[in-house]
């Protein structure tokens, strides 16, 4: 069973930051793609930012976040981080990880959709 476990989330000032960090486990491979998403309440989630473990390591961002937000990955770890920077009140969330080991035609990177695997989440609290 897949398990996905983020950490690094708290309560910042607007304009701080924060780096999350998302551990795969209980894998027999990396998975190809691994993501960042949010969910404030009483909102839909959003897809913030992805990247493709397996090929370049490429990025692809919300254009809320760009900028601001960089995803990055460790493999030898099985962990992806999320650095935001610049933050404010409006990125106050639960932040959750994503994995999937397979594209999902027709679906956008940046969908819940795309994504079989999902962490627990973690809060983002941002105070102006």
């Known amino acids: 069973q897949v398990r996905l476990v983020e950490s690094g989330g708290g309560s910042v000032q607007a304009g701080g930051s924060l780096r999350l960090s998302c551990t795969a486990s209980e894998i027999t491979s990396r998975p190809t793609y691994m993501a960042w998403f949010r969910q404030a309440p009483g909102k839909e989630r959003e897809g913030v930012a992805r990247i493709r473990t397996m090929v370049d390591g490429s990025p692809l961002y919300a254009d809320s976040v760009k900028g601001r937000f960089t995803i990055s990955q460790d493999n030898a770890k099985n962990t992806v981080y999320l650095q935001m920077n610049s933050l404010k009140p409006e990125d106050t969330a639960m932040y959750y990880c994503?994995?999937?080991?397979?594209?999902?035609?027709?679906?956008?990177?940046?969908?819940?959709?795309?994504?079989?695997?999902w962490g627990q989440g973690t809060q983002v609290t941002v105070s102006s």
């Open positions: 994503a994995a999937a080991w397979a594209r999902t035609s027709g679906i956008s990177s940046l969908e819940s959709l795309f994504y079989p695997y």
